[in-house]
């Protein structure tokens, strides 16, 4: 039906004329009505209200381009781009034009009246060649208050002071840059505004305008060849702009908006310089300018940054790296440890897998294929001792199975968006209290000098600009504050960011990339909150952090930069968390000169040196990282290295999973490091492939810009465990070693699982003794334990169970005491040529399935007293003739028919050859019962000492072991030990 509009008419008010128009007719006419009378007839009714909204890119964008001193509105950054209303960017422009009048608002009741009066005889002066005033000086003697002078087009060389204490509105007339004035303006009135104007700075001096008092607004100018100055308590509303040679510098102020502005070839300073505490003067533009603000910024509150996955914060912008280089930082799949579906265990699940290293009660991991383990692993096993054991996940597979080097997981990232934002109230409580210039929608190129500087308790609020091709981005230092949101900041001459001097800020949903050095600077007790950022492709660091210099780091995609993604150094120490750091030229996170911070819950991935690299002194705490498919080692400790690395998962790395130099002493404790292209752990005493690991020392000479006290350096030196200390960690399916020992220092290893790797369980070579203690060795494809000519070892308290080879091989010195060592393809303990004299085997409990319990060779020395040796198919005991080993007092729990006492009471030597008479297999149904009680199997282990309880990650582990035949072991009784 088409509409109606009832109307009254006066000659007969008895009645009403109906006046029907389709809609199509009413459109047309709303397209030959002015700005005034749309509005008026939008409140007439709802119809009309929508048909007139309907023309926005009609009617609205033809009036809002009928004024020439009126740029597009997204101008200068994208100006391509059609704006999300006609309408109401012609409605901003219009309120934004009347502000700087709006001044006599707040006058009392007799200046209003003398106002009013003024306003209303407010006269338009014009200059111009043709005009009653040919040059701007002779206007301005005869201007009264709130007059307009308009410039007709030409060039006016005025060449002298202007010096204003009357408001009044100079506006150019014509299109931009027909009319150039050449003056400097001193403004003490109240208010004036600037608009359509080109002006330069004089000859006798280089400021083109500085006001000292009242408000300025400059809409639609271009400044040249000089700068504009605004000291407190004045304030500016400077929009459309251009700046060419012409750096702006606002001196304390406490508000003022800088926006849709253009800012080139700023050479000796920066483009924008705001410095000073703001003051606490709020005038009568203050309310105007906050309700600006606060409308336009009203998106850029801290809920909007939730993130996604893989995808810029930053709308409509499409990066000039191209789309395949700013989605390759991403990982294809990204990582996750608690994943609903799809996750490492479905890489790592085998049907036919004989051990399981990890069992757990958890719901959050579930595949059709685990539960049918959970359902066979819920029967009693009579062939397999069960011991509960530390772990992280649920892994089942075969001891040979091959090695996949990528990991495949997801993230729990992907349900950020669902989840309150990280650091919320901090950064609600900083937004809050920020004051001072905003700057927003601007473009800030080629600028030698730099982008935008902010210093001396300065407050500086940035949105959506794009500063590129500066000496440097931003540079916040002493004492100031920043909130830098949703900009674009790249290819710069240096850093992105720059923060020092103790400035903080938020520094949010950017998109930081291609800068000559480090994308974020931050130094000498620098405190800002980055947070939800992409930066990448950068030629040097993503993040650095020296000098003393602290920060929040976290939820951001750094990704494809030259140099570490995240550098510490200098006694830096952030907090830096749920970070996405992948696909970088040198390290993902590298810590290094003294360097501290607290490194928890980052995706490292698919970096080409080592995930985390921390050299010369470096002490940070790492805890609950993915660090996988690096194509070096997973985690690089070089010398003089210290720090704890707690409960985090190191996957996939082409080489080893930890690499450990000399004169280091890390913590490493409660981690998975697991496929690993090469050993689990290595110690190493020298720098072997220091091209395979990189040059950090070389790779980012930021200087030393900290001064540090004698206390200082003396409480750094103290470190957090007196020996390298590696303990309640689960090393499993490696392609190397589990552990190898090749280093210089003493060295601790407790309580940790080490299963089912490719080659030895752990290999001791160096002269300093290793302590191993309380260990599960299991399933290895070598020996479980190797011990090497001139090496040390004590080994106390293990379970060293069903490794391929041997169970302890050694050819050096020390004790092998109070272990279990049981099930093991070949020997359970092997004493080779170069075992010394002081060699001690004590108290074991030895068992072989193929071979001799203990097998001493030729020129082997040593003690071999009070073990317990269960004999199988073959005799407990093999003694060469030329050994020099001691046997005595050794329990044997043999087969029924055997001629041997239980116990060995006489002492063995090289000449006695009794036991070399047997080699035979002895018969099966023959064997006596045994088990292992009194102590229950090894190792036993308790609580982990440094932690309060079981660290959450981890879940109850049960390591199988084979007993020597069917029917000869604890029929279904488990024996456990908790961790």
């Not at 309907?54 to 509105?73: A, F």
């Not at 001064?707 to 020996?723: G, R, Y």
């Not at 088990?931 to 582990?957: I, Q, Y």
């Amino acid at each position: 039906m088409p509409p109606k509009l009832q109307k009254s008419h006066p000659s007969d008010r008895s009645g009403e004329h109906d006046i029907t128009m389709p809609p199509e007719l009413w459109s047309l006419v709303f397209n030959y009505l002015s700005v005034g009378d749309l509005c008026r007839c939008c409140q007439v009714c709802h119809l009309w209200h929508d048909l007139i909204a309907s023309l926005d890119n009609t009617r609205w964008k033809q009036l809002y381009r009928s004024y020439p001193e009126w740029r597009h509105p997204n101008w200068p950054i994208a100006a391509q781009v059609e704006p999300k209303s006609w309408r109401g960017a012609l409605k901003e422009h219009y309120q934004a034009n009347r502000i700087w009048c709006e001044y006599s608002k707040d006058l009392d009741q007799a200046q209003c009246l003398y106002l009013f009066r003024k306003r209303r005889d407010r006269k338009i002066i014009h200059v111009g060649s043709n005009c009653e005033f040919r040059n701007l000086k002779d206007a301005l003697n005869n201007a009264s208050a709130f007059d307009r002078i308009y410039l007709h087009p030409g060039t006016y060389d005025e060449q002298f002071m202007m010096l204003s204490k009357l408001p009044l509105e100079l506006v150019g007339c014509g299109k931009l840059g027909e009319v150039v004035l050449s003056a400097s303006i001193e403004l003490q009135a109240e208010t004036a505004r600037l608009c359509n104007l080109v002006i330069k700075a004089p000859w006798f001096t280089s400021t083109i305008i500085q006001s000292t008092l009242g408000h300025v607004q400059i809409d639609n100018c271009q400044f040249e060849d000089g700068n504009i100055e605004i000291h407190s308590p004045a304030t500016c509303h400077i929009r459309f702009s251009k700046f060419k040679h012409a750096p702006i510098e606002l001196d304390s102020l406490n508000i003022s908006l800088i926006e849709n502005c253009e800012f080139t070839q700023s050479n000796n300073s920066a483009a924008v310089n705001v410095w000073g505490f703001p003051s606490n003067d709020y005038g009568w533009v203050y309310r105007q300018l906050l309700e600006t603000i606060q409308t336009s910024l009203s998106q850029y509150s801290p809920d909007h940054l939730k993130y996604k996955s893989g995808v810029s914060l930053l709308p409509n912008h499409i990066s000039d790296i191209g789309p395949e280089s700013r989605t390759s930082g991403v990982p294809e799949s990204s990582v996750s440890r608690n994943s609903d579906s799809n996750s490492v265990v479905e890489l790592l699940n085998d049907d036919h897998g004989e051990y399981v290293l990890y069992d757990t009660d958890t719901s959050e991991i579930s595949t059709d294929s685990e539960e049918s383990d959970v359902e066979q692993d819920s029967l009693p096993d009579p062939s397999v001792h069960r011991l509960s054991y530390l772990a992280g996940q649920r892994f089942t597979q075969t001891k040979n199975q091959e090695l996949p080097f990528q990991v495949n997981v997801q993230s729990q990232e992907s349900k950020q968006s669902d989840k309150e934002v990280r650091n919320h109230g901090k950064i609600k409580e900083l937004m809050e209290k920020l004051r001072g210039c905003v700057i927003r929608n601007c473009k800030i190129y080629k600028c030698q000098g730099g982008g935008i500087m902010i210093s001396c308790h300065g407050d500086v609020r940035l949105y959506r600009n794009d500063i590129h091709e500066c000496g440097y981005g931003i540079r916040c230092i002493q004492f100031s504050r920043v909130a830098v949101w949703w900009n674009l900041i790249h290819h710069c001459r240096t850093s992105g960011i720059f923060m020092r001097l103790f400035s903080y800020g938020v520094i949010a949903g950017n998109d930081i990339y291609a800068n000559g050095e480090a994308g974020l600077d931050i130094r000498k007790q620098a405190d800002p909150i980055i947070q939800n950022n992409h930066i990448h492709h950068g030629k040097r660091s993503g993040i650095v952090v020296l000098g003393g210099g602290k920060g929040t780091i976290c939820d951001n995609d750094i990704y494809v930069n030259k140099e570490a993604g995240i550098y510490i150094l200098y006694k830096g120490c952030p907090i830096v968390s749920h970070n996405r750091i992948s696909n970088g030229k040198a390290a993902g996170i590298a810590v290094n000169e003294h360097g501290k911070g607290t490194i928890t819950d980052n995706m490292v991935t698919n970096n080409q040196w080592g995930g985390i690299d921390i050299r010369n002194g470096g002490n940070p705490i790492i805890k609950d990282n993915w660090i996988c498919n690096g194509a070096s080692d997973g985690v690089v400790i070089g010398q003089g290295a210290l720090g704890r690395m707690e409960n985090n998962v190191i996957h996939g790395n082409f080489g080893h999973g930890v690499w450990i130099m000399s004169t280091s002493k890390p913590l490493i404790h409660g981690n998975q490091i697991s496929n690993n292209n090469d050993a689990g752990i290595a110690f190493v005493a020298y720098r072997e492939n220091a091209g395979h690991h990189g040059n950090m020392e070389a790779a980012g000479n930021h200087g030393n810009e900290v001064e540090v006290s004698e206390e200082e350096e003396e409480l750094d030196k103290i470190p957090s465990v007196k020996v390298a200390t590696v303990e309640y960690n689960s090393i499993y399916h490696n392609a190397g070693n589990g552990i190898c020992i090749k280093g210089s220092d003493l060295i601790k290893i407790e309580a940790n699982a080490i299963h089912g790797n490719c080659g030895t369980g752990l290999v001791v070579d160096q002269q300093p003794t290793a302590t191993v203690i309380n260990n599960s060795i299991t399933c290895n494809a070598g020996s479980g334990v190797a011990i090497t000519e001139n090496s040390s070892i004590d080994l106390h308290g293990n379970g060293i169970y069903d490794n391929s080879k041997h169970g302890v091989v050694t050819r050096g010195s020390g004790r092998v005491v109070c272990n279990d060592i049981i099930g093991n393809q070949m020997a359970g303990i092997q004493l080779g040529r170069g075992t010394t004299k002081g060699f001690q085997v004590l108290k074991n409990r030895v068992y072989s399935v193929n071979d001799y319990s203990i097998s001493l060779l030729s020129f082997s020395h040593g003690v071999v007293e009070d073990n317990i040796l269960f004999s199988g198919n073959y005799t407990h005991q093999y003694l060469h003739s030329n050994s020099q080993c001691v046997a005595r007092n050794n329990q044997v729990i043999q087969c029924e028919h055997a001629n041997y006492s239980d116990t060995t009471g006489d002492e063995i030597s090289s000449s006695d050859t009794s036991l070399d008479e047997s080699k035979k297999p002895l018969p099966v149904s023959h064997l006596s019962p045994w088990k292992l009680e009194n102590p229950p199997p090894r190792p036993h282990v308790t609580s982990p000492k440094t932690l309060p309880t079981a660290p959450s990650k981890h879940v109850t582990t049960s390591t199988r072991v084979r007993n020597p035949k069917s029917g000869t072991s604890q029929q279904g009784r488990d024996r456990k030990s908790v961790v």
